[in-house]
Structure formats: structure tokens, C-alpha cells
């Protein structure tokens, strides 16, 4: 289904950046919300709870996917996984409920990181996790992904879904693999490919300063300067989006046409502090959350995302949505707490210079990454964290419970004019935790989702088996 099109019309410059920014009588107001829908992540698509979740309002169900469990054994696809994926996006869809599938690059079986240069690899030279294969950098991996992804229209019919979800790094988002991966200020760009160029991927470039590692005062015997390290840090940022843009076009290649949604992870690299770090010569200062490690600055990031994608989308694809997968993390509480408050989206936020204007800073995950997406172009959606006691949710002690998450992530979801809101996790809302059910959530449907739903229909290619 097509919620919004991607709209990408005029490219500046500004402050440096190239950004990509619609007309702005075509851009989505934040108080202006056509249709907030609603979904889950999380989900098994179960009969037993389908026929609910559509009655509740629910009208999108994410179906992650297992490449570990697709394709056990290189060239040898497990037909009867992908016979047990095609009845749960049927469940769905019989029920009226459009997946969106989670590709599985961050479930790779262990042959792929066997491959050349296979697995990232730090300055310190330890390997990243097996799961997440080096799609930035490696020939070899991008080979294995194509033909995954082309195994997978196959066996399961992409054109079933109703969006997919594209990420790089460890839970499926933009990114490379997090600081828990490796030791100290883990930066994941000193495989072959990427210092040198052997099996290097086609469109991917080598780095700037080969050699120079983060926190190195010298290279090649000269002292580097600040603009070096920022040309550095461009180049590894860039890459990282530069995969998820492949991975993109990879599936239009293959004739999907439906949506697509690329989460991102927190607020990424504030400005200042990358300016702090940039300085100190990426040696660990100012980095909050691993977010520099992770490659993740969205000012930069976003814009090069949406021109990249804008020279090959085609006028009745799906759109291409920036899912800001924190919806009242712990900096929407510290905001909310502000005099006057800075943790939702207002109008105009887009317009804001959002480089180098004080106060940025204290806005919340969602508003800055929602300004971000909106001043590139792009349109916007979301999720929340899920319970902080929840492993890999990121969160926190000053992160909202559930039950403050069910009240608190759906306003914003409205505030900040979303398209859809994906709920973490379905098995939270039929668990016995007052305040998390399905009938709560049912309730915020119906008093958030203000505008008219959508119902949902995904796009009418069945994929090619056989």
C-alpha cells in the first residue's frame, strides 16, 4: 500500500549540506494528520489474534524474517520456512492487515560472514557479530544479499508486503554494529575492502585516510587536523547510507514497489557533540550512546539518503519513511520536563537551523529526528522503545513505563504528523499487564487516530514463484 509518496523536489545547500526539501505547501503540517495508522511490531501474525488486532484498529503487523533460518546453507533455501512466512503473511492479510517485513540482514546465517571480507572489522582489529554481515563495504556480502533477497521474492512473493523495513546494524536499523560488539570506541571500517579496496562493493569508496585510526594524533607522519577527521567521519557516515540505499534499490530492481521504512535509532550524533569529537579526533569524547561509532548523523545522513533515492524512485511506488524508532525514550522524558517543554514536534521545526541554533539539544529523540526527515524530504513514522526491562530496547531508568508509553507515545505520534505508528510489542498488548492491553491500545486508536484510517492493501504483485 502507498501511504505517501515520496516527495523530493528541491535540492540546496545549506551550511555545507546538500538537503532535499519539498515545496512547502506539499509538506505534511505537524497538526495536519490525514489518516495516523496504526500497527504492531513484533508479530506472528496469528489467527488466534489477527481477527483482534484488526477489530482494535491495528492495521499493520511487522513479521521479522530470519536469512539464518531462509537459507541455513548457502544456495539451499529452507522451503518449508518459507512456506511457514507465506501462511503468516496471509493470516494478515485475510484479516485486513498489512505486513511489513523485516528483512533479516541482521540475522545472516555464519557461511556469510565466511565470505570475503565477510564480518566488519574495528581499528582494533576485532570482528563484528557474525549476524550482521558487512553489506557496507564487502562485494562478496552485497553478492550473497542480492540473491537472498531475490530467493526471497521466490520462495515468499515480496509484493505481499505492504512495506519493508531496511537496516544495517544490529536490530535492523541504520547504522553499523553497536559499541557492545567490540572493545573500546569500536569503529567498524578496517576490513580489506575498506582501507584498501580489495573486494571492495561497486559504488563504495575507500577511506580518506588509510591507516588513520580514531584517536591517532598523526598520519603518515603529520599531525591531523580537525577538517581531516571530519572528511573521515563523513566518509564512514556516508557509507552506512549508501548500504541502506543499495539495499533499496536492490529491491527495486527485483520488482518490489510497495513501501519502505528505514528506522533509525535514537537522536544519532547531536552537532555539538560531533563538533567536540571531530576535535578531539573521534577519541571517544562527547560520544553519549555509541551513536558516533554507529556512523549515525542525521543532518547529513537523511538528506544524502533522500537525493540518493530521488534519482531512481518512480511516480507510483511506495513511499521511502524515516521511522524514528524512539517515541518516548528517555530524552522525551528529560524534555517533557523542561520550562517550556521540548519533547514534541511544532510547526516550523524544519525551518530551524538545525546545525547550529542553541537549544536543539534538549529536544527529544522524536522531535529532532522528525525535524530531520522532514527538512530532507522525507516522510515520517514511528515506534516506541518497548518496556525498558526488555533487552535491547535501549532503554533506561528514566524511560517511560509501558503503561506512560501507551499514553504518551501515540500523542506524539499525532503531534509530530506521522503516517503510521508501529507499537512494541504485540505479545505486550495480550500479556496481563494493566494499562498495556490490546483494548488500551484499541482505546488510543480511537482517540489518537483522529483523521481517516487507511485500510490496508498491499501492492498487488504476488512476487515471482515457481
Do not use: K
Not at 67 to 80: L, M, Q, R, S, Y
Not at 108 to 133: K, N
Amino acid at each position: 500500500m502507498v501511504l505517501l509518496v515520496l516527495a523530493l523536489t528541491v535540492a540546496a545547500a545549506v551550511g555545507g549540506v546538500l538537503l532535499v526539501s519539498r515545496q512547502p505547501e506539499d509538506r505534511m503540517q505537524e497538526q495536519d494528520v490525514p489518516g495516523l495508522a496504526f500497527g504492531v511490531l513484533g508479530s506472528r501474525c496469528d489467527p488466534d489474534r489477527v481477527a483482534e488486532l484488526s477489530e482494535a484498529g491495528v492495521r499493520y503487523a511487522e513479521l521479522g524474517l530470519s536469512w539464518e533460518h531462509f537459507e541455513p546453507v548457502a544456495g539451499e533455501v529452507d522451503e518449508g520456512y518459507a512456506s511457514h512466512v507465506r501462511r503468516q503473511i496471509e493470516q494478515c492479510r485475510q484479516a485486513g492487515i498489512g505486513v511489513v517485513l523485516t528483512l533479516g540482514l541482521h540475522s545472516a546465517p555464519r557461511w556469510v560472514a565466511e565470505l570475503p571480507g565477510g564480518s566488519y572489522v574495528d581499528q582494533h582489529g576485532e570482528r563484528g557479530p557474525d549476524e550482521v554481515p558487512n553489506v557496507v563495504f564487502s562485494a562478496a556480502v552485497r553478492d550473497a544479499v542480492a540473491d537472498y533477497l531475490a530467493e526471497l521474492d521466490r520462495a515468499v512473493g515480496l509484493g505481499r508486503a505492504a512495506a519493508i523495513r531496511v537496516g544495517t546494524g544490529v536490530n535492523g536499523e541504520l547504522g553499523y554494529p553497536g559499541t557492545e560488539a567490540s572493545g573500546h570506541n569500536p569503529f567498524w571500517a578496517f576490513d580489506e575492502a575498506a582501507q584498501n579496496g580489495v573486494g571492495l562493493a561497486d559504488g563504495a569508496a575507500v577511506t580518506p585516510l588509510p591507516g588513520w585510526t580514531p584517536g591517532s594524533p598523526v598520519w603518515r607522519g603529520t599531525e591531523v587536523g580537525t577538517e581531516q577527521v571530519r572528511q573521515w567521519f563523513r566518509w564512514y557516515s556516508q557509507s552506512v547510507a549508501d548500504a541502506v540505499v543499495w539495499v533499496v534499490r536492490t529491491l527495486r530492481d527485483q520488482g518490489y514497489e510497495g513501501d519502505v521504512h528505514f528506522p533509525l535509532a535514537g537522536r544519532g550524533a547531536l552537532p555539538a557533540d560531533l563538533e567536540a569529537a571531530l576535535a578531539a579526533r573521534l577519541d571517544g569524547t562527547a560520544d553519549r550512546d555509541g551513536s558516533l561509532e554507529g556512523g549515525l548523523f542525521y543532518p547529513e545522513q537523511l538528506p544524502h539518503i533522500a537525493q540518493s533515492l530521488a534519482r531512481t524512485e518512480r511516480a507510483g511506488w511506495g513511499g521511502v519513511y524515516a521511522d524514528s524508532s524512539s517515541v518516548d525514550d528517555a530524552t522525551a522524558v528529560t524534555a517533557r520536563e523542561l520550562d517550556p517543554p521540548q519533547d514534541t514536534c511544532q510547526p516550523g521545526d524544519a525551518d530551524r537551523d538545525l546545525l547550529t541554533e542553541p537549544g536543539v539539544e534538549q529536544w527529544s529523540s522524536v522531535r529532532w529526528t522528525v525535524a530531520n526527515a522532514r527538512r530532507a524530504g522525507l516522510d515520517v513514522m514511528g515506534e516506541n522503545p518497548g518496556s525498558p526491562d526488555t533487552p535491547r530496547t535501549g532503554g533506561n531508568e528514566l524511560t517511560d513505563s509501558p503503561e506512560e508509553q501507551m499514553v504518551h507515545a501515540p500523542r506524539y505520534a499525532r503531534e509530530c504528523g506521522f503516517a503510521l505508528f508501529m507499537w512494541a510489542f504485540e505479545d505486550d498488548l495480550f500479556g496481563t499487564r494493566p494499562g498495556v492491553g490490546l483494548d488500551d491500545y484499541a482505546h488510543q486508536i480511537r482517540t489518537v487516530g483522529t483523521g481517516r484510517r487507511r485500510p490496508a492493501r498491499p501492492s498487488t504483485g504476488e512476487g515471482r514463484q515457481g
